[in-house]
Each structure stands twice: as C-alpha cells, then as structure tokens.
C-alpha cells in the first residue's frame, strides 16, 4: 500500500502486472482518479514485483496473501476463474469491483456498464460487484445508445474484426512469429502460393493468424446454436446494456492479422426513420464518439473513442430504417481499462462523495 495523497478512495489494481493491467495503470495516471492509498496486486509469479506509479515504487502483493481491509475499489483484469474466486472476497471486505472478465456480466444482480450509456446502473449494486462489458460490445454501445434513444434500434447484424492483442500476450507472440516466418521466406511465395509458406504452428488463435482472417473466437457453445461463446457475447451485453431485452441480434467474431484495435461492421435496423446525415448530426455530440470518414485500427490504437464512419442507408432494409456503419476502437483501451476505471470514477461520484 503506499499513500498517493490526503483524499480520496483506496483503490487496488488486481491483474496488475498484466497487458491490459498496464494500461489501466496507465489511465488512473492520465484520468487523475483521486486515490487516496493505491495497491498492486496479482498471482504469486508476479508478487514481489516492483511497479512505479507517478514517481511512487508500489510493489506487487501476492493476492493469497493480502490483507483485503481497507479497500474501496478493486479493479480486476485476472481472467474469469479468478474473479469468480476473488470478487465476492474482495465485496465480502468492503470494497467495490469492477471486473474485466465474462464471470459476472450476466448475473441479474450484477451491472453490467459503458460509462456513456447506462451510468444510472450503479446507483444500487446489491453485491459490490459491477461487470466490465466485452470489447467488442464496449466499442459498440457508444454508437447504439444515442441512436436507439433517438431511433429505437430494432436488429443488429455485427461483424467483428478482432486483433490479435484480444488473446493476450501469446495472441502478439503468435501474429508476430509467423509474419516474421512469411516475410523471411519471400514476398512471391507469400503472394503467389501463400499455402506454400512454412508457418510456425499456431499457439493461441486457432489458424494461422499472420496475413489471414480466422472465423473462429472462443469456443462453441453447448446450445446447439454453433455460435461461439465470443459471438453471443455481442447479443446478451447488449440487451443488457440498452435495456433491450427483446433487441434481435447476430455476430459473427474474426480474428484478423492486426496487433491492436478491433473493427465492427454493423448493421442495424430502427424502428422509426434515420437517414445517415441525422446519425452523423446526433453523433457528432456523443460522448466517446469521434465521426471519421475511414475509421480503422490505426487511427483507434492508443485512443480513447469509438471512432465511426462508412455512415450508408442499409440497402437490404425497406423505407429508411437501417444505417451500415463501421467502428473501430481500442481493445484494451477503452474495450478493457478505461471503461473500468471510468465506472470506478462513477462509483466514487456515487457513493464516495465525501471523500473528494
């Protein structure tokens, strides 16, 4: 624990010494959270770690061992199994959790929350426990929200092009190893009889990842639906989000040849008319929205918005009622670390006014 100064909340970082651990060190700096005593936590193969922090050396807890008093907020990006352990210890101590996993997004007293659409939902959180949405659905709702308000969003159609940064470290790893390996053996192979390059077998994304698109992320779910787990994703934190719970909805997730920001191409239909020039109108304002005319991964890597444009009239929707649109955000940006720490700054709005 290391004091930060006079006021404000305590606040502990699980997952700490993580890829997207770092970058939510990394916004608590910029955003200037008003944090009182700050702790850094994780496994015990990081424990022991020493992390600086605005010129403050914060070393790394073991988890297993620490001393959960005293906390206000954790902030866990530690994966599901150990969120699903952790959270209930970590409320049962005091302290408030925004998680970064899939564990409890789904729980009925759970919220499940983007800062710009639906913030009133942590004005009760029955377990002290609050849920991160997936990346994917994260850089989505900024968009949706002011056009269902505006519109009444009716059906959605997504497709995801998702970057390796979205599997990890061994997703970066595997993108990069295997590029190297194309590009050691030729550009005329590579273009010509690209099946002919000895790629490295793949380690974390299921095909080959470098120069290709893989349909496939997560695992299939055991509903008969063949969809994977990643792809009903997009549906449910939605429905949830909007407060649509009715809100029909298709995804189909891609795993792209792309380092870091992920792109969605989304269709969706509306209950009442919208022509692209009015969602250009309403969106201009949005919080988290920045219009382009060419979003891409590129542009949104290291950002904060959900960059959208390619604003059309959906053509395979009767009368003026479907928009296409693409965006493209930063997966571990705003889809992973900033919204976390966005809804801990809402929390200490809400229930720790006195401390500010």
């Not at 002290?128 to 505006?150: F, G, H, Q």
């Not at 997504?158 to 390996?181: D, F, T």
Request: aromatic content about 6%; charged content about 25%.
């Amino acid at each position: 624990m290391v004091r930060i100064s006079d006021r404000g909340v305590n606040v502990a970082v699980l997952g700490a010494t993580g890829q997207v651990g770092m970058v939510m060190r990394r916004v608590l700096d910029e955003r200037n959270v008003p944090i009182h005593d700050l702790r850094f936590m994780a496994s015990a193969h990081s424990a022991g770690t020493t992390l600086t922090w605005r010129g403050h050396d914060i070393v790394v807890e073991d988890v297993e061992k620490a001393d959960l008093s005293g906390i206000d907020i954790a902030i866990f990006s530690a994966g599901g199994g150990t969120s699903k352990v952790w959270a209930p210890r970590f409320a049962e101590a005091g302290a408030y959790v925004v998680d970064n996993s899939s564990q409890w997004r789904m729980h009925d007293d759970v919220p499940l929350v983007v800062a710009e659409a639906n913030p009133d939902d942590l004005d009760d959180v029955p377990r002290r426990i609050i849920a991160n949405p997936n990346c994917t659905t994260m850089a989505c709702i900024p968009v949706l929200k002011p056009l269902d308000v505006a519109f009444g969003l009716k059906r959605l159609i997504v497709s995801s092009y998702q970057a390796v940064s979205g599997a990890g470290r061994a997703g970066v790893e595997q993108l990069m190893n295997e590029a190297k390996a194309a590009v050691d053996q030729g550009a005329d192979k590579l273009v010509f009889d690209g099946s002919a390059i000895d790629f490295p077998k793949p380690t974390k994304v299921v095909r080959t990842i470098a120069f290709n698109a893989v349909p496939f992320i997560g695992a299939i779910v055991d509903d008969g639906s063949e969809e994977t787990d990643e792809e009903q994703k997009m549906r449910n934190e939605s429905r949830k989000i909007l407060h649509l719970p009715n809100l029909k909805a298709s995804c189909t997730c891609v795993r792209v040849g792309v380092f870091t920001a992920h792109g969605m191409s989304v269709n969706a239909e509306f209950e009442r008319d919208v022509t692209p020039d009015m969602a250009r109108d309403l969106l201009r304002d949005a919080p988290g929205v920045q219009l382009c005319d060419i979003p891409n991964p590129q542009l949104a890597a290291g950002k904060d918005p959900s960059f959208v444009g390619r604003i059309r009239q959906d053509q395979a929707v009767d009368g003026h009622r479907g928009l296409a649109i693409f965006i493209a955000n930063d997966n571990l940006r705003k889809g992973a670390a900033l919204n976390a720490v966005e809804l801990a700054e809402i929390v200490i709005r809400k229930h720790f006014a006195d401390r500010l």
